[in-house]
């Protein structure tokens, strides 16, 4: 099994800053896209950002020019930097990965438990 756990939500203020990780581990060979989700109770849970074995990435059009995600494939973690923080991205974060369990290509799509992003004054 994978496991995916995610870590640096918080409460911040409007215009300050949170870094969120997710770490990965388990029966794992390979993770390909990794990305980052966003939810509030009572809606569908959306896309924040996504991010390519070979790092390429893309985002959300609220998340461009604020956001950056970015990943260390040896410590099989993707990060999510989130810069001038505004109330609207006030949810609870969800981290995704595609893994593949061997070489034999067979790809598996994994959620983390969420962590909770307060933007508040």
């Known amino acids: 099994q994978v496991q995916l756990v995610e870590s640096g939500g918080g409460l911040v203020q409007p215009g300050g800053s949170l870094r969120l990780s997710c770490a990965a581990s388990g029966n794992i060979f390979r993770i390909n896209t990794m990305g980052w989700y966003r939810q509030v109770p009572g809606s569908q849970r959306e896309l924040v950002a996504t991010?390519?074995?070979?790092?390429?990435?893309n985002y959300a059009d609220s998340a461009k020019g604020r956001f950056t995600i970015s990943r260390d494939n040896a410590k099989k973690t993707v990060y999510l930097q989130m810069n001038s923080l505004k109330p609207e991205d006030t949810a609870d974060y969800y981290c995704n990965a595609d893994v593949m369990w061997s070489g034999f290509g067979e790809v598996y799509n994994y959620w983390g438990q969420g962590t909770q992003v307060t933007v508040s004054s």
């Open positions: 991010i390519t074995r070979g790092g390429s990435a």
